[in-house]
């Protein structure tokens, strides 16, 4: 008889708990919904970002063609486009609804000078909060709140590609490798001496090995210095720089396929492996003149469909755990067990990194 009931009082129960989640689930899709209608109501959702091929080519058609909601794509530097937004809101305007910027924007611009809404409690598709569908067992709220910038993103970086028609890959040991007389003058890299991924790299090398080896490598061997990221592949694919330092890996990928020889590289012999958030933090601009198209694109663009579109035009290893990761190099992906450098780690972004770039501008200025 008693366990009868106890049997009785579990159906009941689990009727009960199912009811429940069935009834959340409903009214969680209706409440999506609402927000998706007047997303549609406020006509598009302005985004501003790096010019990747894979956000025009592929996010904004798969995204508009999921919600019914237009993109307006606003693409430059992270810098350019800060100093866009507080030239505009100085005037009284606010234009931009989402930000996908780099670690050093987010942290010290956007966070810093209070331009962004917390995201934590807009996220609301089941597919985003199930802990379960993320290696960090929830979202990744980075910044010291835990509410407003996301890190969907975290790959072993490229340390540099070589062109081995010019560069043997047994010539690419060490670090020590890139002292070699032979290739002075052959080394291209993004501009050390102003913000961006030139001067990152080199504060990093400032860190892990030293001033005598940065002033070595950005002095002595004379490196060819750009702002034009797609310069320094075709320099890589002509061989007149056939060691790149700041290479992007969705620059160099067409370079592959047209039969190029390039050889990607994670790490050398005493300088160990990186890894990081890139392609860039998620995170919504505070008086976006669109919040509900908005907070559409932050859910969407965190959902298996969207990040993993991302992802593979991008070539970076996701956070998530929904996610094949047959299209990746494997040495993208991150080895258990293994210690990293995490280039975007918040506290490296706001200080280390930022006390390391001083030391190596005041040394480059004697170039």
């Known amino acids: 008889m008693a366990r009868s009931l106890r049997i009785g009082w579990f159906i009941l129960l689990s009727l009960w708990v199912n009811g429940l989640a069935s009834a959340q689930t409903k009214g969680s899709d209706k409440e999506w919904q609402e927000i998706l209608n007047a997303a549609k109501q406020e006509g598009k959702v302005v985004v501003a970002g790096s010019p990747d091929p894979v956000m025009r080519n592929e996010i904004i058609p798969k995204f508009t063609a999921r919600t019914g909601v237009a993109v307006e794509f606003i693409a430059g530097r992270s810098s350019q486009i800060v100093s866009r937004v507080e030239t ?27 331009m962004i809404d917390p995201l934590k409690p807009l996220l609301m598709l089941p597919e985003v909060v199930d802990g379960t569908k993320w290696k960090t067992g929830k979202v990744w709220f980075v910044d010291p709140d835990e509410r407003f910038v996301v890190r969907p993103f975290s790959s072993v970086a490229t340390l540099l590609f070589i062109n081995t028609d010019y560069v043997k890959p047994e010539e690419m040991r060490s670090y020590r490798d890139l002292l070699n007389p032979k290739w002075r003058g052959k080394i291209s890299t993004e501009e050390p001496t102003t913000t961006g991924a030139g001067a990152n790299m080199a504060a990093r090398f400032y860190t892990q090995v030293g001033e005598e080896f940065v002033k070595a490598l950005y002095i002595d061997q004379k490196p060819t210095p750009t702002r034009e990221r797609r310069q320094m592949s ?7 720089q056939p060691i790149c330092l700041n290479c992007r890996e969705d620059d160099v990928r067409p370079l592959v396929k047209d039969g190029f020889k390039i050889l990607e590289i994670f790490e050398l012999v005493g300088l160990p492996g990186t890894t990081n958030g890139s392609p860039w933090l998620l995170s919504l601009a505070n008086k976006a003149p669109h919040p509900k198209a908005a907070q559409v694109f932050a859910n969407w663009i965190l959902s298996k469909e969207g990040l993993e579109t991302y992802a593979r035009g991008y070539g970076s290893a996701t956070l998530r755990t929904d996610i094949s990761e047959s299209y990746l190099n494997p ?27 001083e030391k190596v501008w005041k040394l480059l200025k004697t170039r």
Request: aromatic share 14%.
């Open 88 to 114: 505009e809101r100085s005037a009284g305007i606010y234009s931009v609804d989402v930000f996908l910027a780099g670690p050093d924007t987010t942290a010290i611009d956007l966070y810093g000078n209070k």
């Open 234 to 240: 075709d320099w890589l694919a002509r061989g007149t």
């Open 331 to 357: 040495g993208n992906l991150p080895k258990t067990g293994v210690k990293y450098f995490d280039d975007t780690d918040w506290k490296w972004i706001v200080t280390g990194r930022h006390e390391s770039r």
